[in-house]
């Protein structure tokens, strides 16, 4: 009886480790997603700031930063799929799946034509 209990103690740290794991993992995606939703959107908030706080801005440096901010804001939109798909195992084993299937199709098939 003494046996049985320590090897449920020993299977329910294990179960919690795994928990703590999976939690930290999602802890770290998301810190690094709004870490990185923070750098390319700051930006763009700064700099429409100050196009409306000053009416007097030359027209050439207002496309040039106008173009970086957008540019900032649409690389965090692309970003994110890629911090999703390194951080979670689940998301790789889809993305590998959807792959290997893909994989296998080919455009040209020399022996059917001959």
Known sequence: M????????????????QSK????????TMIIVSVTFI?????????????????????????VGYFFTVFMMYLNVSINPFIYALKHDGVKQRLARLIICHKGVTVGNDSATA
Not at 2 to 17: K, L
Not at 21 to 28: A, C, G, Q, V
């Open 21 to 28: 794991k999976l939690k930290w993992n999602i802890t770290k």
């Open 39 to 63: 750098v390319c959107w700051f930006p763009g908030s700064i700099y429409f700031l100050i196009v409306d706080i000053t009416s007097q801005m030359q027209t050439g440096s207002l496309f």
């Open 2 to 17: 003494r046996v049985m209990a320590e090897h449920r103690a020993v299977q329910m740290s294990a179960s919690q480790i």
